[in-house]
């Protein structure tokens, strides 16, 4: 099986501050990551290192065997929060910008991606809001507009930023069940903090706090499932 992540000794820092301390990592291609861990430990730093908006201290980070591109191969979901509300934008214009990449800016898009816009918005039930406002959409339908718009250039890795943040419990429940259609045929690296979701549906655990290690189903804890993460040495004295 092909290698879809491999980082090898990565270091990064904001000035002296040390965010992520010699991490080495791979994973391959397919695989559904579930990432956790504390506010500050890192995880946002490790997606910025992804998307090559960052460049390592140290060591080296290849996508699918080549250095971090902006976007290159992959599909980015950011928390909707992160986009301006007050943006005059449709569903269908914000999805189509998916394929910028592809198509460059312009003022109308071929026939090819007009379709695949279009197939998108049927398969994320977004056909009927395909016209209203993006702001004016409920949380969870942001959210799948937003996936929608990372599918429009068949990435073979898929980052997600928090998506179910905001969500009611059947609007993650929808979310993840649409996320499991790609599971297998793409590499999905999601943070989440609904850690009961992330372990069931993900192949592989990831603990982002200040390094990054794997960790199994069963060794979450209570305090873990409520956000707060701590050493084993930690638990032991607390």
């Not at 460049?55 to 591109?69: A, S, T, V």
């Not at 179910?164 to 609007?171: F, Q």
């Amino acid at each position: 099986m092909s290698l879809a992540l491999e980082i090898k000794n990565v270091s990064f820092a904001y000035s002296n501050q040390l965010i992520l301390d010699n991490v080495s990592l791979s994973i391959d291609a397919g695989h559904f990551v579930g990432i956790i861990g504390p506010n500050a430990g890192g995880k946002t730093t490790f997606f910025k290192l992804l998307l090559g908006l960052l460049d390592p201290l140290e060591g080296k980070i290849r996508l699918l065997g080549k250095k971090p591109k902006v976007f290159a191969h992959i599909g980015y979901v950011p928390q909707f929060n992160q986009l301006d509300p007050k943006f005059p934008i449709t569903v269908k214009e914000l999805i189509l910008l998916g394929a910028v990449r592809d198509e460059g800016w312009c003022y109308s898009y071929s026939k090819k991606i007009q379709e695949k816009a279009n197939e998108l918005m049927e398969m994320f039930g977004l056909t009927r809001h395909q016209d209203k406002r993006y702001s004016d959409l409920s949380g969870g339908f942001k959210q799948r507009a937003l996936f929608a718009k990372s599918l429009m250039v068949e990435p073979q890795i898929l980052i997600l930023d928090e998506p179910t943040a905001n969500m009611d419990r059947p609007s993650k429940k929808k979310f993840f069940d649409l996320l499991c259609q790609f599971k297998g045929n793409k590499t999905i690296l999601m943070v989440d903090h609904d850690i009961d979701n992330l372990s069931k549906y993900a192949t592989k655990l990831l603990l982002v706090d200040n390094t990054i290690s794997e960790i199994t189903q069963e060794s979450i804890c209570h305090h873990q499932q409520v956000g707060s993460y701590h050493t084993d040495e930690a638990l032991q004295h607390g």
